[in-house]
């Protein structure tokens, strides 16, 4: 069973590094990744992707954390590995150490996460969203 499911995380990932096709750049495209999760799969695809959009792509990347997916930048919380042998914070830090923009649901923080404001990863930043989502070229994506 477990084979299974790792099986069905890499061949998902490979489809989605196929599609990066998709995002054929004209230089004003940007990506928002609306991140509710903080399994450890769904959030290594959504993290690792945006990185790959964001470094192979040269297309500016929104990862929106909100509902459960805050946990991934709560420093309290103890740090699993993913099959790459990352933690999801270690891959968060790459993300945003590449020029990626990580935003914080604030009341999602507070409400789901119980996240102090000196808790979170550095380098995140408090914020709704809206703005970034409802850019013009903006494509969504959510995990």
Do not use: W
Request: aromatic share 6%; with cysteine.
């Amino acid at each position: 069973m477990m084979t299974i499911k790792k099986l069905t995380t890499v061949l998902a990932f490979l489809c989605l590094i196929a599609s990066t096709s998709l995002f054929a750049s004209d230089g004003d495209e940007k990506l928002f990744v609306n991140l509710t999760s903080d399994e450890m799969n769904r959030a290594t695809m959504a993290i690792a992707y945006s990185t790959m959009v964001l470094t192979q792509e040269d297309i500016p990347v929104t990862i929106f954390l909100s509902v459960e997916g805050v946990r991934i930048v709560d420093m309290t919380l103890p740090k699993h590995r993913n099959a790459y042998g990352k933690s999801l914070n270690e891959m968060m830090s790459e993300f945003m150490d590449a020029g990626g923009r990580v935003l914080l649901c604030g009341m999602c923080a507070r409400n789901v996460g119980g996240i102090d404001e000196d808790d979170v990863l550095k380098g995140v930043q408090y914020g709704d969203g809206m703005s970034a989502l409802f850019e013009d070229d903006t494509t969504v994506l959510t995990y």
